[in-house]
């Protein structure tokens, strides 16, 4: 008979959050395939969890995953789980569950930790519909443009970054989508655990030295709709177009829809103040 492959949600920081389901596969287990064993090895140390693993990690997943295919065949269950989270979410694992999948094989989630569903249920953010959007780009011109391509986007939005581009994802956050409102977490269930709701421009002013993986919760543009926005001049809108229109990282017609809602305008007064700016220039 073959084996299960668990899809299972370890522990993001607190070692306390883990499920007493997780524990009961991951002990039953023929072998665990994480991330990275040796940050695995803390859980299952904590636990005395004697069941052996081996990596699986999106540089080894391609060569890897027949023979873990062949042991659940083979009548072998495996466990899958990442660094910390849920497994496949901005981690590996996706192609191992499509194979199994493809295989007929039974493919069973044990669902637990996630530092999404964390940062939103304590975000104050509507959470009954969300958009999830991974790690933003690292390049600056090809972030711009994938921050301009959700800036007219009604729903909340969440997102990961790693701390030493916090600072630069911020800046153009608030360069593309105003200052919003962002729930800004950092070392979520651990000892110096922060979350910090406030515009972005004051998290821009007030943040130390950053640490630790960021999550990101963009409250919806709906619920700041209503809230005044202050219409640059012209020369300001235009050099705001520039901004975003340079080395083509947004598309002319994409910034000027980006900067009409930022400030509640239509696309047409937009392009006015900017061909105004331009044959003033």
């Known amino acids: 008979m073959p084996g299960t492959l668990y899809v299972v949600a370890t522990p993001i920081g607190n070692l306390e959050d883990v499920t007493l389901r997780a524990l009961r596969v991951l002990r039953s287990v023929s072998v665990i395939a994480a991330e990275d064993t040796r940050r695995s090895s803390r859980l299952l140390q904590h636990y005395s969890i004697s069941t052996p693993t081996t990596s699986l990690h999106e540089h080894n997943e391609h060569k890897k995953t027949p023979s873990l295919i062949r042991q659940l065949l083979g009548g072998e269950s495996i466990a899958l789980v990442s660094d910390a989270g849920t497994p496949v979410i901005s981690d590996p694992g996706a192609r191992l569950i499509a194979e199994a999948h493809a295989a007929g094989l039974r493919v069973e989630p044990i669902p637990g930790p996630s530092a999404v569903m964390a940062a939103l ?30 800036a007219a986007e009604r729903r909340t939005l969440v997102l990961y970054e790693a701390p030493h581009r916090i600072r630069e994802t911020l800046s153009d956050m608030l360069t593309v989508f105003g200052d919003r409102t962002v729930a800004l977490g950092r070392e979520l269930t651990k000892a110096h655990e922060e979350l910090v709701v406030r515009p972005i421009s004051r998290h821009l002013q007030s ?13 919806p543009l709906s619920s700041e709709a209503g809230a005044p926005r202050e219409v640059p001049d012209a020369p300001t809108m235009l050099a705001e177009f520039c901004h975003l229109t ?5 598309s002319r017609r994409s910034a000027i829809k980006q900067l009409a809602v930022k400030y509640g305008l239509s696309a047409r007064d937009v392009y006015a103040r900017v061909e105004e700016a331009r044959d003033s220039g």
Do not use: H, I
């Open 121 to 150: 249920s304590a975000s104050g953010f509507a959470g009954d519909t969300f958009v999830f959007l991974g790690f933003p780009p690292a390049r600056a011109t090809q972030r711009l443009k994938w921050l301009a391509d959700v």
């Open 207 to 219: 943040m130390s030295e950053p640490k630790g993986e960021y999550t990101l919760v963009v409250a």
């Open 246 to 250: 340079d080395n083509e990282a947004v």
